[in-house]
């Protein structure tokens, strides 16, 4: 059919060009299209899908936490970047800017919202009058914009969607404990619904956020050995209460700063998603993040279809109910091979396949994923199954990409080494680092590799510092990145 000729082309391959791959598979798989504006995607509805998915699970897990939900505006005065140097000095390269409406200059630039620490410093300044008003904890869903240079759909977008966390705290051992919290919950989920190992460390002063005394991240390694930072988390000391005057009573009645934190994860997770599990075939979804776990496909002859429909809508009946997100494809005018081979390259974790052969033995075959395995099971016992299947698939595919991580990961003592760890083997590369900002701009200039963090459980302590030889003061991932 001219049709399935139309739809089923092949996905250029990872090992031939990976930037091509990820381009070929998010286009084919219906995620997203480009805007006519540059920098910037719009989400088709099975890219917007996952984005709900990362949104519900993590929000449950905020709202377990104690966090609620708030929105705060788009646009920021300057003067409120003005008040937090080291803040707008990093941001400023990447800020556009509102300058007029109509014909009418604004008295004051609005910066279009980069992330929000000075709104809500601002706003927390109002609200935050007593030690009873601590801690504040909120977050908020909302979009921003940088103007990037250099754009990757979902990786890095002029404007991206994301959740940002900000909290206030009367001591500054609170929000050390908030900050760390959270990136617990990032592991969580990043680890568990997405099935993506992830390495958990502090950000060198040089990569950590502006204006925050300390930055933690997780960072994961995609297929092409490249590290992607999946979320993060500050703490922001009373930095931004001392420029934005947030002060609270204590209950010795004197008055003091808040301490705060803020975190975030963006939609570059569903990227890292694709670049982690993706193969040559396209997507593969993790069971517990996709919006559909099992696409049920009824076959046969036309004569047969009548039976086969009435069965498929009884198997789609008892799966739903057992909470299992199962989705049909009954259209008359594509065959079946197509319909694998679409469902194959959008990810789905498991395809069921129900025929009057199956209706006769009382069976139908199940198809993953991830291993191409087929097998045969009674009707009577396929919800069970099926729930079996996707833990297991979920399990498998945090394991295989563990393994892969661990593959591509090695200790190295020399800049040759690390070069060529990064360069050639496509990996991460464990070194000792002595403090230096010298030294560590030296690892970039020469390997292409920027510190992804200072692991709080490195695999081994590295004891020279790659650049120098000096004495290491910490042990760092390197690794080139997004």
Avoid at 14 to 23: G, L, V
Avoid at 69 to 93: D, M, Q, R, T
Avoid at 230 to 239: F, R
Avoid at 246 to 269: A, C, H, Q
Wanted: net charge negative.
């Amino acid at each position: 059919m001219a049709k399935e000729k139309d739809f089923v082309k092949d996905i250029t391959s990872q090992s031939e060009d990976f930037s091509r791959w990820y381009i070929d598979t998010i286009t084919k798989a219906d995620l997203m299209d480009y805007s006519p504006v540059r920098g910037c995607i719009v989400f088709k509805p099975d890219g917007y899908e996952l984005w709900e998915a990362v949104v519900r699970e993590l929000d449950r897990r905020f709202k377990e936490t104690g966090h609620r939900n708030a929105y705060f505006p788009l646009f920021i005065p300057e003067s409120f970047f003005e008040k937090e140097k080291e803040h707008v000095k990093g941001f400023n390269p990447e800020l556009p800017w509102v300058t007029e409406v109509g014909d009418e200059k604004l008295e004051e630039r609005l910066a279009v919202r980069p992330t929000s620490e000075t709104m809500i410093g601002y706003m927390y300044s109002q609200w935050i009058q007593s030690y009873r008003d601590l801690p504040l904890l909120i977050n908020q869903w909302a979009n921003v914009v940088r103007w990037e240079k250099r754009t990757l759909p979902f990786i890095r977008t002029s404007e991206f969607l994301w959740q940002e966390g900000h909290t206030a705290h009367a001591t500054p051992e609170e929000a050390e404990q908030e900050t760390r919290q959270m990136l617990d919950v990032y592991t969580d989920f990043v680890e568990n619904e997405l099935s993506i190992p992830i390495l958990r460390g502090k950000k060198t002063p040089s990569e950590k956020f502006p204006g925050a005394v300390a930055t933690y991240s997780i960072e994961a390694m995609m297929k092409d050995g490249k590290a992607l930072q999946a979320g993060t988390s500050h703490y922001l000391g009373d930095k931004f209460a001392r420029a934005f005057d947030i002060k609270f009573l204590d209950r010795d009645n004197e008055r003091k700063f808040v301490y705060t934190t803020s975190w975030g994860m963006t939609t570059r997770i569903i990227g890292a998603l694709i670049m982690v599990h993706g193969d040559d075939r396209g997507l593969q979804i993790p069971p517990r993040i996709a919006p559909t776990q099992v696409i049920m496909i009824p076959i046969g002859p036309a004569k047969t279809r009548e039976r086969v429909l009435a069965a498929s809508d009884d198997v789609f009946a008892q799966l739903k109910q057992a909470g299992i997100r199962v989705r049909v494809d009954d259209r008359e005018d594509l065959s079946p091979g197509w319909k694998f081979n679409e469902y194959e390259m959008r990810g789905i974790p498991v395809r069921l396949e129900l025929g009057p052969r199956d209706l006769d033995a009382e069976q139908a075959v199940l198809v993953r994923r991830d291993t191409g395995e087929k097998e045969t099971v009674a009707l009577s016992a396929l919800t069970e199954r099926i729930q079996t299947l996707l833990t297991e698939i979920q399990q498998s595919m945090f394991d295989r990409a563990l393994a892969f991580r661990t593959e591509h990961s090695h200790p190295v003592t020399s800049l040759d080494q690390l070069h060529d760890v990064v360069r050639n083997q496509h990996g991460f590369a464990l070194a000792g680092w002595c403090g230096e900002d010298a030294c560590e701009a030296k690892v970039k200039e020469e390997t292409g590799a920027t510190s992804r963090n200072i692991p709080f459980d490195p695999p081994q302590q590295m004891t020279h510092c790659v650049a120098c030889g000096k004495e290491s003061a910490h042990t760092v991932w390197f690794a080139r990145a997004y």
